[in-house]
Each structure stands twice: as C-alpha cells, then as structure tokens.
C-alpha cells in the first residue's frame, strides 16, 4: 500500500498574488505542509508573502533559511538539511508543496530540492509566470516575435560577456541585477544600448517601478529588479 | 466622461486549463469580449479550447483568423482590420479580452494588436505561464540555476546560426519545432548533444508526449512541440 505523500513545487509567480495558477492555489490548500525559502536574516519570505492570501489556516510550515551572499550560493548542506526534513513529512504520507517565486526551475532553488527527493517521492512540478514575461507585460514592451532569439542573463557575469551576448541577440533579460547595477549600464551605454533599456523593479507589486534605464539614478537595485533590452529592430508593428 | 472599453492581452498558459491565472479567469468572467486566433483553415483555436472551461456563455467572440504559412507571417492587412474590429468595440464602452496561449509577449500573434490599439486604448497585459517552463516542468528538468545563460531559439533558424548558438549557452529551448525536427536533431547529432535533449509535444495536455530527443523517429513535429537542451554541467546537484 502506497501511503507516502507527494512533492509539490509550486511557481507562485512573480508577485501579485492574483498571478497564482488555480492549480498552485488548488494545491495549496490540499497540501497539509508547505514549504518557502526565506532570508537567512530573519526577513520575511517572498514565495509565502505572495501566496499568502491563499494559505488557509493549519498548515505545517517549514521556513527554507537560506543564506544569501552575494556571488555566493547556499551550501548544498543547507539543502541536504531540508531535503530531509520534507523527506520525513513525505515518509508520513503527508503532502509537502514548496512555494517558488517566479517559476520553480527558471533559476529557482526548488531544483536542489527536486535533485534531493525526485528519485524517491512522487513529484509534480507546477509552473509558474515567471519574472521575465511579468516584466515584459508591465513594462509594455513584447519580448520576441517570429524567428528572434532572445537570451536570460544574470548580471554578475563579467563586462565581456555581457557585451558581447547582449548584441549577440535579438531581445535580452538581465537577472539578479542588484549591486551590478552600474556595471550593466556601463556595458550598455558603451554598446549604444541604454537608449530604450527598461528597468523593472518588484514587478506587479504595489511599489513596482517601471522606468527608463537611463533615467535610474540608484547605484543599485534590489534583487528583485530587472532590465530588459531590445534590439531596434526586434520591435515589431 | 471616460466611456471607452479597456484592452487586455492575457496570457492563458500552455494548455492546462489549470495553468491560467486568477487575474486570467476573473477578466475572462468580466470581459464582454473575447477575441483569440484561430488557423484560418478552420481547425479549433488553441487559446479559446484552454481557456473554455472558464468562458461563461453569452460573450460576444472574435476569431482572429491568422493564415499560418511555413516560414511566413500573416499580413499586416490582417491585424490591421481585426485592431480595427476590436477598436469598435472598446470605443462602445466594452472591454476586450484577447486570448493568447503561453504568455502575450514572447512569440505572441497580441503584440500587433498590442502595436496598433494601446496607444488609443488603455491597454492591460497580464503574463501568462510560458510554454518553456511548461515544458521544462513536465521533462523534470530545471532550466538554468545561478550565474548560467539561457537562450530561446527558434527552430527555422539555419543550422550554423543554430549550432553556434546551442553550444554558446548553458540551457537552450528551441521553439516552433514543426518541420525543423530532423534539422534540429542534426545539429545536435553533430555536436555532441544529441543525448540529453528532451521532446516535449503538446506539454501539460491530455495527449503530451515526453521523451528523449534520440528516440522520437517522426520526422516532423507539431507546431506545439519543443527541445530542451542544457550543458552537462548545467545540470545542478
């Protein structure tokens, strides 16, 4: 007799919390234990705050602390740590859904979970809208039409790089831009490129900024910022 | 006196009627009007058949023919006079609901209504579940983790650009497969990352297919189908 619970990585979208799925909303109020990363500093987790108008009362919780260095990463023993922990929920029958923010594998740590347990429970992996088509949509700017390519880039890669794979496409997303900030607007502004950049900060949430790169004066951004570039002629009419 | 109707572009999922949106559903229940594309050779509307269980009766509908042409795209004639259709409607008072299956703004036929009515018509994009991450979820297998680069490709490119491509990214989606399949297989045959690559036909439907990318024999794809390819390194433990 099968009595073990099921896995769940649930994509809770990229903030407002009526960008759930109804299929992570459904499985979230069946799910008896629910599982989010938050900051090891004591700050609130991000997946739960968007899910929170979905979560009914009674559930087990299970805060994921994990610590965020910039240029580093959680160490796998993190990982190991929790893994078991859900793994016992798991073993008891009971249902463990992990809420993650954006998509849960589009740069999402559910993967090190997915990694830890897949092979010996039932998993089901629910996606989700992830930040960049949530950026591009408030930001009123398409992505890529017909045979463009486009190309999802993590600002903390090198000046080089970035310059060279920014021309190398037709329409590029800059991730986890944060103390990379200035160095990105420097890449773009030696390229030619700040001129129609678009800086997208905590996207479909109440204080959301939208604005010209050009016109950001900070010297960095938050995690949750986005940029994204369009060659002149990927803009279709 | 504002009397005019709102535009909304609402990205309806890959094709679970489960993966739309809260935002999704609750516009589709408020909007007068519903419009989506359809082939012009009469087959069903992939947009309106996800989003219909969730279509309450008694909507004025708008079936936005688009001639689907191999290596071609509708003419500009055609959205010029559905824009124009729509256009009646919102200038009456009614909002508009265009369908768009994934998300409006990546590879989506909304950006030329986009194009022509948002600067005339208050205009709201609400971003879908992307077929890529879809795609992904139902292989089991994560896109991209940390500092890695990914890259959508669409299958009609040529082959070098192709190959060059693939081997310059960590994860690769290749889109719009169809009659590319045996040229995509090629290329990665010729590189070396044939094994590994996953099909993916119709993702999170009844009648999905997944399988490795070395044991589909068609020769052809459906236009609904996709590659999913990630470096050996990508693959995070």
């Given at each position: 007799m099968e009595t073990r619970g099921k896995l769940f990585g649930l994509?809770?979208?990229?903030?407002?919390?009526?960008?759930?799925?109804l299929k992570a909303v459904r499985l979230i109020a069946e799910s008896p234990v629910l599982a989010y990363p938050a900051p090891a500093d004591g700050t609130d987790s991000m997946a739960r705050a968007i899910a929170a108008p979905h979560i009914p009362p009674g559930k087990i919780e299970i805060v994921i602390e994990t610590p965020m260095i910039p240029g580093n990463f959680p160490a796998d023993t993190v990982y190991d740590r929790y893994a078991a922990e859900i793994a016992e929920h798991l073993s008891a029958g009971r249902d463990v859904a992990v809420l993650c923010e954006g998509?849960?594998?589009?740069?999402?740590?559910f993967m090190y979970l997915y990694s830890r347990l897949s092979a010996t429970f039932e998993t089901d992996v629910v996606p989700g809208v992830s930040s960049i088509v949530a950026c591009a949509a408030r930001a009123g700017q398409p992505l890529v039409s017909r045979n463009q390519v486009m190309s999802i880039l993590p600002a903390p890669l090198d000046e080089d790089e970035l310059r060279q794979r920014i021309q190398a496409a037709d329409a590029v997303a800059i991730m986890k831009v944060g103390r990379h900030l200035a160095k990105v607007r420097r890449v773009l502004k030696d390229i030619g490129r700040l001129t129609g950049a678009v800086y997208i900060e905590?996207?479909?949430?109440?204080?959301e900024r939208v604005m010209p790169l050009a016109d950001v004066e900070d010297a960095t951004a938050p995690y949750f910022s986005m940029i994204l570039v369009r060659t002149p002629e990927a803009v279709d009419a």
């Open positions: 994509g809770v979208g990229p903030g407002d919390p009526e960008l759930l799925t998509d849960p594998f589009l740069y999402g740590s905590r996207a479909t949430l109440a204080d």
